[in-house]
């Protein structure tokens, strides 16, 4: 193989690795954010449901469990409909609009399980399983976050 053709060959495959870089940086950046902001938020939404007249009226609680559910569901829906793989990598414009919107997504995932698990330890008492369910349920929003990303080709 001549040298141009191999300096060409590795002058794409750095750059196709660079830009797979990037791509995953910001998107950690963007779950770690996420994370943070979940923990900021939990007191807060905990606080106002402790707070609210739904302590003593367990089937409100239960309604607004509803409500939260089909939230979630929906936002669910537009998560795993969207897709990193009809973005231009390329366009920083572009990748910053994905993670935008799949950001917005997860955070709404994210407060509708916080209400869902609030919600459940007040109708219910403490029930772990219904957290690790929730837990699960939002680490595999991450994971289909990252999977996406990496189905990537450049």
């Avoid at 791509?23 to 996420?34: A, M, P």
């Avoid at 309604?63 to 009809?86: D, H, L, Q, R």
């Amino acid at each position: 193989m001549c040298k141009p053709c191999v300096s060409i060959i590795l002058y794409n495959t750095n750059s196709r690795l660079s830009n797979m870089h990037k791509i995953l940086k910001e998107n950690l950046i963007k779950n770690i954010f996420l994370i943070i902001l979940f923990s900021l938020l939990y007191r807060v939404i905990q606080n106002f449901l402790i707070n609210s007249s739904l302590v003593s009226d367990k089937a409100s609680a239960g309604s607004i469990i509803v409500v939260t559910s089909i939230i979630a569901v929906t936002a669910c829906f537009g998560n795993f409909a969207f897709t990193y793989e009809k973005i231009n990598v390329k366009n920083s414009f572009q990748r910053y609009l994905a993670h935008f919107t799949t950001g917005l997504f997860m955070l709404v995932i994210g407060i509708t399980l916080i209400f869902t698990s609030l919600l459940t330890t007040m109708i219910m008492g403490h029930f772990i399983l219904i957290n690790i369910t929730l837990l699960l349920l939002y680490l595999a929003c991450v994971g289909y976050d990252f999977w996406d990303v990496y189905r990537l080709s450049f």
